[in-house]
């Protein structure tokens, strides 16, 4: 009498059958899992972020996908959505109005095509405020000058959000936005207006806006951070962390430092790609509290 089971054999003898797998993927954000400040997006709204995020990477290869400025977009309906989460009509329109709340996406309201949806696809913020108990490495940044607001560590780890991998093709951000658009958002994360009202801040953060929006609107593979090349990629990463709390801690560090400084670009690119990881150190913690109790003050005040 024939056997009806089915007898799944593996290539791979140590059955690490995935190993070997080549197939296609939705790549979405550990960020939009795990960060605090997305902690109410639910998970089918990740998804769709993925699915989105997917598409804008085949949108910016064709000049037909781009706005007036030169912005990528891509274009989606609300039947595509339901067809690829299995949903009906009102749950896709809740997960777009979730991603436009967590500033994930941009609907353009003045495209009128039938039923579709023209979309601009945003980064997402990558880090959460750290906590005191996360590790770091002990490689000082060289280009921190003698202060101790800058004892900078380094801490590049093996994880995937860090990592260089050949086989992920890198976008630049200059491919989807106007470097117009990079700077105005670039603004928003850092919180400019608050911090503008700092006259000692003016000067230093307007440089930290024109280096960011350079950095991320730039073309090249790689950019140079002190005596070493960091992907394009890795670059980026680190400076779509950059929020309000980050970049008033640069600030405060430098003009505590009274240091010269010969390359002001530079040393400020320098000192922005180190930001995320010089709070995580918490080598500062006073700075870091007080300028969280000052945030957390002008919050309550407005």
């Not at 101790?148 to 951000?173: G, Q």
């Amino acid at each position: 009498m024939a056997s009806n089971t089915i007898k799944t054999t593996f290539a791979n003898p140590d059955n690490t059958w995935w190993a070997d797998l080549s197939f296609r993927f939705y790549r979405i954000p550990k960020a939009l899992l795990e960060n605090a400040h997305y902690k109410s997006l639910s998970p089918e709204a990740a998804l769709l972020y993925g699915i989105l995020f997917d598409r804008i990477s085949l949108s910016a290869k064709n000049p037909q996908y781009r706005n007036k400025n030169g912005e990528v977009y891509v274009i989606c309906t609300n039947k595509d959505i339901c067809q690829k989460l299995n949903c009906g009509h009102e749950k896709a329109s809740r997960l777009l109005s979730e991603l436009e709340k967590h500033h994930l996406i941009r609907i353009d309201r003045t495209y009128k095509k039938g039923r579709a949806n023209r979309i601009h696809v945003l980064p997402f913020i990558m880090s959460d405020f750290p906590t005191p108990s996360e590790d770091t490495s002990d490689n000082q940044n060289p280009s921190a000058p003698e202060s101790r607001h800058n004892d900078v560590r380094k801490s590049d780890t093996n994880d995937t959000d860090n990592s260089d991998t050949d086989d992920i093709e890198t976008i630049h951000l200059g491919d989807c936005w106007s470097k117009e658009l990079i700077c105005q958002e670039v603004k928003k994360w850092i919180g400019y207006e608050a911090l503008a009202k700092e006259e000692r801040y003016l000067s230093l953060l307007d440089l930290a806006v024109c280096v960011m929006t350079d950095a991320l609107a730039s073309e090249s593979d790689h950019l140079s951070i002190g005596k070493a090349n960091y992907t394009y990629r890795r670059v980026s990463s680190r400076l779509l962390q950059i929020d309000r709390l980050h970049m008033q801690y640069v600030l405060e560090s430098i003009l505590a430092s009274g240091t010269a400084i010969r390359n002001p670009n530079a040393f400020m690119l320098s000192q922005l790609f180190y930001a995320p990881v010089n709070i995580k150190s918490m080598r500062d913690i006073e700075l870091v509290d007080w300028i969280r109790k000052e945030i957390h003050a002008e919050g309550v005040m407005s």
